[in-house]
């Protein structure tokens, strides 16, 4: 007999005294572990908060060329794709672009953000080698106290591979269509106290459409040290990007011409872009009840591209560098474990934007921006978690941070153009410094029905203090601007649980309510100003169903409004469109996964999956006065080895061939489309060394 009822009611949750507490494991959930959260491995089925993790093995199936492939697993979660690796991001929330934008999610490796938290970039995702990762891990909403600046819609995780136990040593070649070849290659051993791991891809892909493709290297060095009273984790990330970018076309569903979809009318539009990250995690045993851990670490980036989306076609180059440290105490204090700290953080930025020819008098040749800003981010922290012999949990914690920006405009202060323009395009602020003061908080109650179930309540605010670029790349005469940082509230409560006589369904359901405020927006006369809001609320599911011995299911969906709640003027809008639905974001949209273990058949380790991937319809602009028409896609994964030393995969991607947008938007009086590809066949041969 199958068992999934949860005899309790929301009433009872809300019963608990201030501080009572979780003890006792649910001994169905404790297969779940996470690190995102707490910096540091623990139990997550209890943890009350939306979370989701996708494991090894997935990242090995599914390959992704582009994250968006493997993020499809996360319910809440749509990476859209531009063009190569050019990426938008939505986690519980729409697709944002624009001012206001950039910064929204917390992106990291191991914990440590890809790049400084005033100095995003939209497609940052490319710096992580999320090809390779040992696991990639969401926090859902606002974060936890130990994630301060843009942790507001989530946190995106991606956590390198841990060295294998014995050796593990792989190499890899692929190839697919339009001249894509990848290879990637993998050592990992451990030996005594020491292990380490080498993962290292390269990637050359010719492009679908015209003038298009990329060329990408990534590597992911870890050493890690197990020592009787102290651990040492380093690790080392670098990535290279050089890629000729193809514009979006303009045409209503002109994605669905045959003669143009593959075409770019940007074969002049490029990105080139390279990082490193380099951490060092000492964690030292204090005594029985206290761990110190201390984080130090460096990174450094740099990316030119043509902005191939405006008219005028000027170059930006960008770049920073960081040097920063997490300190962290972990204390047991009888029923409760505290985890405490204090982040430091240096950034040396600067940005140019420079124009080769003269496009008109109010957008001239030369310098547009040249600017440096020294930035210091200093915060303190400190999030609770119980451990009473209890069903009850409680998770909470607080983070204070500051935030100094030190601007230096390198070039003439004012507008850049002639005496002829009537409104000049660009305008570059006098030197200034500006300071940010901010707080979050969360607090959540998790309650264990039984060994199967459990529900929880949570209420979370995060921040977002303003990006460099909003406060001093501005524009038709704006002087400066007086931004403040962006607010999220957010309350939710879900539940999380597996049934069945021998647990094969397990299930995690979770529903929210947000309010955004402050939020930074460009008006109708190019300003950048704050003061907008907007709510946003949903229901978001994950599955997993073991079918029989054979046969599995996963699924994920997330079912939500995202709405404007002020009456603003958008840059693009015609008027008050307070109630309306914020463009680029789907009501619906989500995945399934059937699986098929084949290697009784076969007599060696082999499997089949067949993807399902939806997408509902949605607005492209605020004026919500045109559509996108949503789309579904199947994809199919073959693996499987082939003998004791080589293994073979086969890749599908749009099966049927659909003709479809990555994305879709409106302006300047025209649709606008990022094509998807049409159907792709990948073919990776793999060869295992060592002794078998």
């Not at 009822?5 to 996470?34: C, H, K, N």
């Not at 301060?148 to 390198?160: E, R």
């Not at 292990?195 to 015209?210: A, C, R, T």
């Given at each position: 007999?199958?068992?999934?009822?949860?005899?309790?009611?929301?009433?009872?949750?809300?019963?608990?005294?201030?501080?009572?507490?979780?003890?006792?494991?649910?001994?169905?959930?404790?297969?779940?572990?996470?690190?995102?959260?707490?910096?540091?491995?623990?139990?997550?089925?209890?943890?009350?908060?939306?979370?989701?993790?996708?494991?090894?093995?997935?990242?090995?199936?599914?390959?992704?060329?582009?994250?968006?492939?493997?993020?499809?697993?996360?319910?809440?979660?749509?990476?859209?794709?531009?063009?190569?690796?050019?990426?938008?991001?939505?986690?519980r929330s729409p697709v944002l672009t624009g001012p206001g934008s950039c910064g929204t999610f917390y992106t990291a490796a191991d914990g440590i953000s890809l790049r400084a938290p005033g100095f995003c970039n939209v497609n940052q995702l490319f710096d992580a080698n999320f090809e390779q990762a040992g696991?990639?891990?969401?926090?859902?909403?606002?974060?936890?106290?130990?994630?301060?600046?843009?942790?507001?819609?989530?946190?995106?995780?991606?956590?390198?591979?841990?060295?294998?136990?014995?050796?593990?040593?792989?190499?890899?070649?692929?190839?697919?269509?339009?001249?894509?070849?990848?290879?990637?290659?993998?050592?990992?051993?451990?030996?005594?106290?020491?292990?380490?791991?080498?993962?290292?891809?390269?990637?050359?892909?010719?492009?679908?459409?015209?003038?298009?493709?990329?060329?990408?290297?990534?590597?992911?060095?870890?050493?890690?040290?197990?020592?009787?009273?102290?651990?040492?984790?380093?690790?080392?990330?670098?990535?290279?990007?050089?890629?000729?970018?193809?514009?979006?076309?303009?045409?209503?569903?002109?994605?669905?011409?045959?003669?143009?979809?593959?075409?770019?009318?940007?074969?002049?539009?490029?990105?080139?872009?390279?990082?490193?990250?380099?951490?060092?995690?000492?964690?030292?045993?204090?005594?029985?009840?206290?761990?110190?851990?201390?984080?130090?670490?460096?990174?450094?980036?740099?990316?030119?591209?043509?902005?191939?989306?405006?008219?005028?076609?000027?170059?930006?180059?960008?770049?920073?560098?960081?040097?920063?440290?997490?300190?962290?105490?972990?204390?047991?204090?009888?029923?409760?474990?505290?985890?405490?700290?204090?982040?430091?953080?240096?950034?040396?930025?600067?940005?140019?934007?420079?124009?080769?020819?003269?496009?008109?008098?109010?957008?001239?040749?030369?310098?547009?921006?040249?600017?440096?800003?020294?930035?210091?981010?200093?915060?303190?922290?400190?999030?609770?978690?119980?451990?009473?012999?209890?069903?009850?949990?409680?998770?909470?914690?607080?983070?204070?941070?500051?935030?100094?920006?030190?601007?230096?405009?390198?070039?003439?202060?004012?507008?850049?153009?002639?005496?002829?323009?009537?409104?000049?395009?660009?305008?570059?602020?006098?030197?200034?410094?500006?300071?940010?003061?901010?707080?979050?908080?969360?607090?959540?109650?998790?309650?264990?029905?039984?060994?199967?179930?459990?529900?929880?309540?949570?209420?979370?605010?995060?921040?977002?203090?303003?990006?460099?670029?909003?406060?001093?790349?501005?524009?038709?005469?704006?002087?400066?601007?007086?931004?403040?940082?962006?607010?999220?509230?957010?309350?939710?409560?879900?539940?999380?649980?597996?049934?069945?006589?021998?647990?094969?369904?397990?299930?995690?359901?979770?529903?929210?309510?947000?309010?955004?405020?402050?939020?930074?927006?460009?008006?109708?006369?190019?300003?950048?100003?704050?003061?907008?809001?907007?709510?946003?609320?949903?229901?978001?599911?994950?599955?997993?169903?073991?079918?029989?011995?054979?046969?599995?299911?996963?699924?994920?969906?997330?079912?939500?409004?995202?709405?404007?709640?002020?009456?603003?003027?958008?840059?693009?809008?015609?008027?008050?469109?307070?109630?309306?639905?914020?463009?680029?974001?789907?009501?619906?949209?989500?995945?399934?996964?059937?699986?098929?273990?084949?290697?009784?058949?076969?007599?060696?380790?082999?499997?089949?999956?067949?993807?399902?991937?939806?997408?509902?319809?949605?607005?492209?602009?605020?004026?919500?006065?045109?559509?996108?028409?949503?789309?579904?896609?199947?994809?199919?994964?073959?693996?499987?080895?082939?003998?004791?030393?080589?293994?073979?995969?086969?890749?599908?991607?749009?099966?049927?061939?659909?003709d479809y947008a990555e994305r879709a938007d409106y302006g300047f009086g025209d649709y606008r489309y990022f094509v998807g590809q049409p159907r792709g066949a990948y073919l990776e041969i793999g060869y295992r060394f060592g002794n078998l």
């Amino acid at each position: 007999m199958s068992h999934c009822t949860v005899r309790a009611t929301v009433a009872g949750l809300l019963t608990l005294a201030p501080f009572s507490t979780l003890a006792g494991d649910l001994e169905a959930l404790t297969e779940q572990v996470i690190v995102t959260a707490n910096q540091t491995q623990e139990d997550a089925d209890s943890l009350p908060f939306a979370w989701s993790k996708v494991d090894t093995e997935a990242v090995a199936t599914v390959a992704p060329v582009h994250i968006s492939e493997i993020m499809q697993q996360v319910s809440g979660a749509w990476i859209s794709r531009g063009n190569g690796q050019e990426s938008l991001i939505a986690l519980r929330s729409p697709v944002l672009t624009g001012p206001g934008s950039c910064g929204t999610f917390y992106t990291a490796a191991d914990g440590i953000s890809l790049r400084a938290p005033g100095f995003c970039n939209v497609n940052q995702l490319f710096d992580a080698n999320f090809e390779q990762a040992g696991s990639i891990e969401a926090i859902k909403g606002p974060a936890t106290a130990l994630y301060g600046s843009n942790a507001m819609h989530g946190v995106i995780n991606i956590l390198s591979a841990p060295p294998a136990q014995s050796l593990d040593h792989h190499i890899a070649l692929e190839a697919g269509p339009d001249s894509y070849y990848r290879a990637k290659y993998r050592y990992s051993e451990s030996t005594g106290r020491h292990g380490v791991s080498i993962n290292l891809n390269g990637v050359s892909d010719g492009g679908y459409k015209d003038d298009s493709g990329f060329d990408q290297q990534k590597l992911t060095l870890r050493h890690d040290y197990d020592g009787q009273e102290l651990d040492i984790r380093t690790v080392l990330d670098v990535a290279n990007l050089n890629q000729e970018t193809a514009g979006f076309i303009k045409g209503y569903k002109f994605y669905k011409r045959s003669d143009l979809k593959d075409s770019n009318p940007n074969p002049e539009a490029y990105r080139d872009a390279w990082s490193w990250r380099l951490h060092s995690r000492f964690s030292l045993a204090l005594d029985k009840a206290n761990t110190l851990v201390i984080t130090p670490y460096m990174r450094k980036n740099e990316m030119e591209f043509l902005q191939h989306f405006l008219p005028w076609q000027p170059v930006e180059e960008n770049g920073h560098g960081s040097l920063g440290i997490q300190n962290t105490l972990y204390s047991d204090i009888g029923t409760v474990r505290w985890t405490s700290g204090i982040d430091l953080e240096y950034t040396d930025a600067t940005l140019e934007e420079i124009q080769a020819e003269d496009f008109s008098a109010n957008q001239p040749a030369g310098i547009h921006y040249d600017y440096q800003v020294d930035a210091t981010m200093a915060a303190v922290y400190s999030q609770l978690r119980s451990q009473w012999d209890s069903p009850w949990e409680l998770n909470a914690g607080v983070r204070l941070e500051h935030t100094n920006y030190d601007y230096d405009n390198r070039t003439a202060d004012g507008a850049p153009c002639g005496p002829d323009a009537d409104d000049c395009r660009f305008f570059r602020p006098s030197d200034s410094e500006d300071t940010f003061t901010d707080w979050s908080v969360n607090a959540g109650l998790s309650y264990a029905f039984n060994d199967s179930h459990m529900g929880y309540l949570r209420i979370a605010r995060g921040f977002r203090a303003p990006q460099a670029t909003e406060l001093y790349r501005l524009q038709a005469g704006q002087e400066f601007a007086d931004l403040d940082s962006e607010e999220i509230d957010n309350i939710e409560i879900g539940l999380r649980g597996t049934c069945g006589d021998d647990q094969t369904t397990r299930y995690d359901l979770s529903a929210y309510y947000m309010e955004k405020d402050e939020v930074i927006f460009q008006d109708a006369d190019r300003q950048n100003i704050s003061g907008a809001k907007t709510e946003h609320y949903g229901l978001e599911l994950g599955l997993e169903q073991q079918i029989s011995h054979d046969w599995s299911l996963s699924a994920n969906a997330s079912v939500a409004k995202h709405t404007y709640a002020s009456a603003v003027q958008l840059l693009g809008s015609s008027g008050d469109i307070k109630g309306n639905d914020i463009d680029t974001s789907p009501r619906v949209f989500g995945s399934a996964r059937l699986q098929w273990d084949v290697s009784e058949l076969t007599g060696r380790q082999s499997k089949a999956e067949l993807e399902w991937v939806y997408m509902d319809e949605y607005y492209l602009e605020p004026d919500n006065e045109h559509q996108y028409d949503g789309h579904s896609l199947l994809n199919l994964r073959i693996t499987g080895d082939l003998n004791r030393r080589w293994s073979g995969a086969l890749r599908v991607t749009n099966l049927l061939d659909i003709d479809y947008a990555e994305r879709a938007d409106y302006g300047f009086g025209d649709y606008r489309y990022f094509v998807g590809q049409p159907r792709g066949a990948y073919l990776e041969i793999g060869y295992r060394f060592g002794n078998l």
